[in-house]
Nanobody, 125 residues
Framework: VQLQAYGGGLVQAGGSLRLSCAAL????????MGWFRQAPGKEREFVAA????????RYADSVRDRFAISREKGVNTVYLQMNSLKPEDTAVYYC???????????????????WGQGTQVTVSS
């Protein structure tokens, strides 16, 4: 599975962006796709994840109620809608995928097998 992430950019605080991650290859019902981010000088952190087969999602507390992860039916693409962006959301955002990730591990980077290239999101104050 190859992942292609895009949609990053520069936005003012309070604005919105939508990131996309296209999965090239077969995605099974057990596939989980997630978003992580890494800011300069910081460790990579979990943002959101969604299981392919149902609506099971998980969010980091820092983005809950502002970000939404979704998928487009019939297309192997997952989206991250980011609203009410803050300067602290500035980071390189990565999408990731894996099969058979249990719910308790959806927020753990080491549970994911495939990673896309990052896309930069910059939020100005």
């Amino acid at each position: 599975v190859q992942l292609q992430a895009y949609g990053g950019g520069l936005v003012q605080a309070g604005g919105s962006l939508r990131l996309s991650c296209a999965a090239l290859g077969r995605a099974s019902r057990s596939t989980v796709m997630g978003w992580f981010r890494q800011a300069p000088g910081k460790e990579r952190e979990f943002v959101a994840a969604r299981r392919w087969s149902d609506r099971l999602t998980r969010y980091a507390d820092s983005v809950r109620d502002r970000f939404a992860i979704s998928r487009e039916k019939g297309v192997n693409t997952v989206y991250l809608q980011m609203n009410s962006l803050k300067p602290e959301d500035t980071a390189v955002y990565y999408c990731a995928a894996a099969a058979g990730v249990i719910m308790s591990r959806m927020s753990q980077a080491e549970a994911y097998t495939y990673w896309g290239q990052g896309t930069q999101v910059t939020v100005s104050s």
